[in-house]
């Protein structure tokens, strides 16, 4: 059983966001800016892309409403809604679950930095496209 299931269980101790029927939120232990939060689906699903899209958008909708709460009560000037898949990406459960990291100035501790490659971006729709 992975982690997230054995924190869905009762089995391991968390601190609770949001909880309901199909859903659980808790304060992740590594917290990159305070009020960081991961929201999961009860049922284990390895990444989003293997949920059925209509338990995906309940997800979605939990994590929106989960935000907005982050966003007033800890009084956050934005946030950062993050899914890693696989481990590539930077999953380090195989529990599908969203990242919600509060915002609070540019010093927070987390910084996101995109960088311009050389990808031809005709060959690169290309590649999308195909069946």
Not at 18 to 37: N, R
Not at 46 to 54: G, K, T
Not at 108 to 119: L, M, P, Y
């Amino acid at each position: 059983m992975c982690v997230f299931c054995e924190i869905i269980a009762g089995n391991i101790p968390s601190k609770k966001v949001y909880e309901d029927d199909e859903t659980l939120a808790i304060l992740d232990i590594s917290q990159t800016t305070k009020g960081h939060t991961l929201v999961m689906p009860k049922k284990h699903y390895d990444n989003f892309l293997e949920m059925p899209s209509d338990e995906y958008g309940k997800l979605m909708e939990k994590t929106q409403s989960v935000a907005k709460k982050l966003m007033k009560n800890l009084e956050a000037k934005g946030c950062n809604i993050l899914i890693n898949t696989n481990e590539i990406a930077g999953q380090s459960v195989m529990h599908t679950h969203v990242h919600i990291i509060p915002r609070y100035d540019v010093s927070d501790t987390i910084k996101f930095i995109f960088t311009e490659n050389e990808s031809d971006l005709d060959k690169v729709l290309q590649q999308i496209s195909q069946d």
